[in-house]
């Protein structure tokens, strides 16, 4: 009762003060529920005074008390409510929306489909990966190798391809990502980057075990910027590293044969929620260091004007990336576009969407030529596509992808090296030429069936048919000396000749995991 006859004399005191800051701002639907429930409140009163007045002597006061202290109780929840309503007339100042937050891009072919993080902290977002895989290859290599991929590296064996243990740091606008890769990748990334062959220092051994490690700032401008300096995923050929993250395990050579990832510096600038725009300036293609006096330039532009619809679009250029030869030039154009045509998640199929990729670039000076076989050098360029189409099943608990590409990449300067008698790209081998002009076209076809029972794990079953113009899979003779390599890296072994095959069949099983 003393709540509800203090609520009644505030109210009755408020028409003769001036109205504060705050009331003149309440909308009229806003004060129009305050004055019904200022009426309420007077009814209230009026039935608990009308009760008293009523009340029988014997047991009065019990009755008295219980009623006074029910309409109280009523009187208070009002006052509550006007309160809440107040709050909501002017809600607090909030920051710009995540980019891309406005939808559900998990279904994109290079981006995670976790949508729940297990754990998260204002300071700290954990990530582990795990990718354990089995290959088999229909050429049968003695020596269990297989080459001519950046994913796939044993024949007839499990072997852990990936386990990745980091995550994002992040507090008072500061960041950090840091992810291992332990495994497969830390032997088969390092071998596949000549720059470590110019001066001092092993920065092969230095970075052998990272995938991401960069440190950043965020600034509070626009939808956010983001200034970011490390490793970091280049994402040119739109697949991920992480296969986790991929419609199929074994991508196209678009993919395959492009950097996964830059050291150097991004800027990562959001003008809104669909657009994002980012420069680097990075040490050169996919190198932990320099091949010669100039490092590269790069971009990415990435619009998603629709939950449906993505964009993407790389550049490179100025970069002198073949180790030893200064003055010869690369640029490359990385193109992608991504598009969910149907979704239905009543019927038994129940999404579809495809990936459509190309690039194209060249090198000139340094004894090759962007515009022909000229008085400068031979044609070096390279020109490629590759298109997938995924369907998803029952939920997205099953899926279906099918897909394939084709590459032309005269003087093989993108082409991965076969590990021929140890061979890396710094050693190169006789045996699997790359000089300017040396021919080199391929194509290859892939089926990808998942089955995903939660959004954290992935069970891939996937067939894989490629060939090239020249022989370069692994053949039944391997491509490894008896008794293991001999000599220097690459070297000639007398005696022994590789088995060079120009196709390959192979059938790929992996078990993925990500927290």
């Known amino acids: 009762l003393g709540a509800a006859t203090q609520m009644k004399a505030q109210s009755s005191a408020s028409p003769a003060s001036p109205p504060s800051a705050a009331e003149q701002q309440v909308p009229p639907a806003v004060q129009q529920q305050l004055d019904a429930m200022q009426k309420r409140i007077e009814q209230l009163e009026a039935e608990l005074n009308s009760r008293n007045a009523q009340a029988q002597p014997a047991g009065g006061a019990a009755n008295n008390f219980a009623t006074a202290h029910s309409v109280a109780d009523q009187a208070q929840s009002a006052q509550a409510a006007e309160g809440s309503l107040q709050q909501t007339a002017a809600p607090e100042k909030k920051g710009p929306p995540d980019p891309f937050s406005f939808a559900d891009f998990t279904w994109l072919n290079g981006n995670s489909r976790v949508k729940e993080l297990p754990f998260d902290s204002k300071f700290f977002t954990p990530e582990i990966r795990f990718d354990v895989a089995y290959a088999y290859s229909y050429n049968h290599p003695k020596d ?29 606008n500061v960041m950090g990502r840091v992810m291992t890769q332990i495994g497969m990748y830390s032997q088969t990334q390092p071998r596949n980057d000549a720059s470590p062959a110019r001066g001092q220092w092993s920065l092969g051994d230095t970075y052998r075990y990272l995938a991401e490690a960069y440190a950043g700032y965020h600034i509070n401008k626009m939808d956010g910027i ?28 678009v993919s395959s044969n492009t950097p996964f990832f830059f050291n150097g510096m991004r800027v990562q600038i959001f003008p809104n929620q669909k657009l994002k725009i980012e420069p680097w300036l990075i040490n050169g293609w996919q190198s932990y260091g320099r091949f010669n006096s100039r490092p590269g330039l790069g971009f990415q532009v990435l619009y998603r004007p629709t939950g449906t619809i993505s964009f993407v679009s790389n550049g490179y250029g100025i970069g002198e990336d073949t180790l030893g030869v200064p003055g010869r030039v690369r640029y490359h154009s990385d193109n992608s576009f991504q598009w969910m045509y149907y979704q239905n998640h009543d019927r038994t199929l129940d999404r579809m969407a495809f990936s459509l990729t190309g690039d194209i670039g060249c090198e000139h000076g340094g004894g090759v030529s962007c515009a022909g076989n000229s008085a400068k050098g031979p044609k070096q360029d390279f020109l490629g596509f ?42 190169g081998t006789p045996y699997f030429t790359q000089n300017p002009g040396d021919p080199f076209k391929a194509w290859d076809a892939s089926a990808t069936v998942d089955y995903m029972p939660s959004q954290y794990i992935t069970f891939r079953w996937e067939f894989d048919h490629r060939a090239a113009s020249v022989p370069y899979f692994s053949g039944p003779g391997g491509i490894t000396p008896a008794g293991g390599n001999t000599g220097c890296a690459g070297c000639v072994v007398p005696g022994f000749t590789p088995d060079l095959r120009k196709i390959e069949n192979r059938l790929d099983l992996a078990l993925m995991v990500m927290f």
Do not use: C
């Not at 080459?147 to 072997?159: I, Y």
């Open 386 to 427: 590759m298109i997938y189409n995924r369907f998803w099943f029952l939920r997205d608990r099953y899926a279906l992808t099918l897909g394939g590409g084709k590459i032309n990449n005269p003087g093989r300067y993108v082409v991965l090296l076969p590990p021929i008698n140890g061979a890396t790209a710094a050693s």
């Open 226 to 253: 983001n200034i970011q300096a490390g490793i970091f995923m280049s994402y040119i050929g739109l697949f991920s590293w992480y296969n986790f993250d991929n419609w199929a395990y074994q991508p196209s050579y």
């Open 144 to 172: 269990d190798t297989i080459d001519g991929s950046a994913e796939v590296f044993r024949h007839n064996e499990f072997q852990l391809t990936q386990l990745g243990v980091g995550g994002d740091f992040h507090y008072d």
